[in-house]
């Protein structure tokens, strides 16, 4: 969640201008003028269009990064696949991603926008920016009332203009819920007419995130055995009636139209709590990422034993079944207890490396780290390089 909810900000569709100066060209010269020209802009505009397979690649893509959170993710993917095979789609696709905090809402939508923005989705694409040039995350929902109609200008204007200039966008409105009734007006209509002026959205996907439901969706986790039994009609079911009900009461406009709003969400996408399972699971991913970063600079690997797992877990803040802040954690606590031991153990590699030139990292003898858990006397517990 952003820090400073009452500013607006928005990322993505980054506006690169290219400085010309006009000079006398003969007709030739023109031609390879404008052809450059353009080159420069299609260029400087980026992955603007959803890049064929998209469907395809979507959730293999985000269920390698993504963990826990089937059930959003296949529902999810089978509406955008839908949406993507429509030639002319008649509205734009609307989902609303809702949950606690930190347990991937944001993250899908990152990885989403990797995938329908390249044919080679991977981390180190530049998104939201030029990889991504559909792709814009909007904040900021929450400001006061004095700047209210300047930031409702901003976000009206920086809406339609990304949509003009890039149809197959991907938009996500953070915190979609803190709308305030001016907004929610102009968001009813614009989803609902699919169009503002001549601008048409009906191509784009609107993903709406929000914090709302996180007891809805842990009621539906208490009452079922494992989550994989938590049906998509259930997760519906309580979310929509949940926005409908928060809607009413706040009674921004007529009762019917606040059924048309609801009415316009395509799917409600449940990001249920994580648990201590998922956080071992991202644990250990990221010691394997880890790992291989160190294999590849050719200064060893990393080992590690579930004592290890269970000592970063022990890092983390829970309540009862659920770490409060999702996964959030999970990148600070390695950072206060894996970074420093292992850099110190691969500074300590590459010095005594330095002067063998090749096979680094190869072979039988690679060097390990295997981390072990320590509790030196009257020190907190920790990790070391053994
Ligand atoms: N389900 C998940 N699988 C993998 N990593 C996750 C998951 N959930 C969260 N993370 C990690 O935690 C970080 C924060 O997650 P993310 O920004 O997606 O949370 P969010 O659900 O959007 O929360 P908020 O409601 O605060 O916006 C991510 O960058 C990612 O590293
Ligand atoms: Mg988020």
Redesign the pocket.
Known sequence: ?PNDTRTLTSQGGRTDRACIHPMPLPIAGWAVAVAAVSAVVTYLAGNTQFAPGACSRLEAHAGS?????DLALRLATDAICDHLDDPNPARPLILSAH??????????HLLAAQALYSKNPSEAMKCPGHDCAGYKVMYGMDYVASERAEQQGLLRSALIDHVRRTPEALIVV?EYDKLDCGMRGFFRQFLENGAVGNVTLNKAIILL?S?LGYLQLLGLLKASRSRAEVTAEQAQRVLKDLIFERWERQACEDRTDTLKMVGLVDIFLP?FP?EAS?LRA?FEARLERRSQALAQAGVGRLAWDAAVLDFLISHVEFDGAYPLE???E??VVLTKTVSRPVRRWAEEQQRRQAPASTGKGEGTDVPHCALQVVKPLGRPRQLVCA
């Open positions: 969640m990064f993504l963990v826990g959170q949950g606690p905090p930190g347990v991937g809402k944001s993250l899908f953070e995130e914090n990001f994580l998922h991202l999702g996964a959030k999970v990148a």
